[in-house]
């Protein structure tokens, strides 16, 4: 009797799926996808064809001139303090927050019982939910008030250089709103940093700690390199909030067009905070200037979100 070997049998061919709810969902996402981004083009083109008209009508060059006469006859009008403003106070935002951000995360993730990281993750993540206006009531009414101190410090130990010379008079300036948004981008940084690090593997802190490695030494080996791109791309996040942020901003400074050599001057300006108080009282030309600077804070912000994205593409441990 002859023994044939027979080949062990495959895996069932593939078959593929034709049930209507798929077929269905798979049109709503792909359509929904599509819609997204006719909204994003559309609001593009609006403010394109928006700001073409006023540039035209522009006396003044759009991105160097130091002033704000759109309503005026001819207008000229310029973004320069703006810009600085917006970038300044962004900056300042991302230097107090994101260092205490990826101490608040470390804390929850690493360092303290889940009886307290459980309810203090919570009071973190509720701060996003403070509407811009009641940040910007507090910041009015008790923040300014209370920074003539800071100021008053910064001044005697770091005046003679030039940034934080301070001469008196109400801290509605740059650096107080750099602080305020510093408070409202913190949530943002410090959720996603914290998802982050939880994500770090296990194997690699574990294999630190039986090497006889500190707690401190295991993140720093193990936990900052592997979060390091989530980290960036969280406070990158945190600085597209910051740069749009408008209410808060509008309470709180002071608005003129001048840039100070002191970031404890009172006075300038960002785009959000411009477009916010002057856009009632604006004409046609005004509203279209508007439009203009805020052509150019949507195409900054798009940068910003962008670059984000880029950032954690590289990782296929975030797009997995």
Same mark, same amino acid.
Do not use: C
């Given at each position: 009797m002859e023994i044939t070997s027979a080949t062990p049998p495959g895996p069932p061919p593939a078959r593929k799926t034709s049930r209507a709810g798929d077929r269905i969902f798979l049109g709503l996402s792909r359509g929904s996808g599509i819609l997204l981004l006719v909204i994003m083009a559309a609001i593009a083109a609006f403010l394109a064809v928006r700001a073409t008209t006023a540039l035209s009508k522009n006396e003044g060059d759009f991105f !160097? !001139?130091?002033?704000w006469a759109a309503n005026s006859t001819p207008p000229k009008f310029g /973004?320069? %303090? @703006? $810009? +600085?403003? !917006? #970038?300044?106070? &962004? %900056? /300042? $935002? =991302? @230097?107090i927050a994101v260092p205490v951000a990826i101490g608040i995360a470390l804390f929850i993730s690493h360092y303290a019982p889940r009886r307290l990281a459980a309810p203090l993750s919570y009071v973190i993540d509720l701060l996003a939910a403070v509407p811009s206006i009641v940040y910007g009531l507090w910041g009015a009414l008790f923040l300014v008030p209370h920074l003539g101190g800071l100021y008053t410090w910064l001044n005697d130990y770091f005046g003679w250089t030039g940034v934080f010379e301070y001469q008196g008079g109400a801290a509605r300036s740059l650096f107080t709103i750099g602080i305020l *948004? $510093? /408070? =409202?981008? *913190?949530? /943002? #940084? !410090?959720? #996603? &940093?914290?998802? #982050? +690090?939880?994500? $770090?593997?296990k194997m690699h802190e574990e294999a630190a700690l039986a090497l006889g490695a500190t707690r401190w030494e295991v993140i720093r080996m193990s936990v900052l390199p592997f979060g390091r791109s989530g980290v960036i791309s969280a406070s990158m996040l945190g600085l597209g909030r910051a740069l749009g942020e408008t209410m808060a901003v509008a309470t709180v400074l002071s608005p003129s067009f001048t840039i100070g050599k002191s970031l404890l001057d009172p006075g300038g300006g960002t785009f959000a905070q411009n477009i916010a108080s002057s856009f009632k009282e604006s004409g046609e030309i005004g509203k279209d200037a508007l439009i203009a600077s805020g052509l150019v804070l949507f195409v900054l912000t798009l940068l910003v979100n962008g670059a984000a994205r880029l950032i954690i593409a590289r990782r296929k441990e975030y797009t997995a």
């Amino acid at each position: 009797m002859e023994i044939t070997s027979a080949t062990p049998p495959g895996p069932p061919p593939a078959r593929k799926t034709s049930r209507a709810g798929d077929r269905i969902f798979l049109g709503l996402s792909r359509g929904s996808g599509i819609l997204l981004l006719v909204i994003m083009a559309a609001i593009a083109a609006f403010l394109a064809v928006r700001a073409t008209t006023a540039l035209s009508k522009n006396e003044g060059d759009f991105f !160097t !001139t130091f002033e704000w006469a759109a309503n005026s006859t001819p207008p000229k009008f310029g /973004i320069a %303090v @703006l $810009a +600085f403003g !917006t #970038v300044v106070s &962004s %900056v /300042i $935002a =991302m @230097l107090i927050a994101v260092p205490v951000a990826i101490g608040i995360a470390l804390f929850i993730s690493h360092y303290a019982p889940r009886r307290l990281a459980a309810p203090l993750s919570y009071v973190i993540d509720l701060l996003a939910a403070v509407p811009s206006i009641v940040y910007g009531l507090w910041g009015a009414l008790f923040l300014v008030p209370h920074l003539g101190g800071l100021y008053t410090w910064l001044n005697d130990y770091f005046g003679w250089t030039g940034v934080f010379e301070y001469q008196g008079g109400a801290a509605r300036s740059l650096f107080t709103i750099g602080i305020l *948004l $510093a /408070i =409202m981008i *913190l949530p /943002i #940084v !410090t959720s #996603v &940093s914290r998802e #982050v +690090f939880r994500q $770090a593997p296990k194997m690699h802190e574990e294999a630190a700690l039986a090497l006889g490695a500190t707690r401190w030494e295991v993140i720093r080996m193990s936990v900052l390199p592997f979060g390091r791109s989530g980290v960036i791309s969280a406070s990158m996040l945190g600085l597209g909030r910051a740069l749009g942020e408008t209410m808060a901003v509008a309470t709180v400074l002071s608005p003129s067009f001048t840039i100070g050599k002191s970031l404890l001057d009172p006075g300038g300006g960002t785009f959000a905070q411009n477009i916010a108080s002057s856009f009632k009282e604006s004409g046609e030309i005004g509203k279209d200037a508007l439009i203009a600077s805020g052509l150019v804070l949507f195409v900054l912000t798009l940068l910003v979100n962008g670059a984000a994205r880029l950032i954690i593409a590289r990782r296929k441990e975030y797009t997995a």
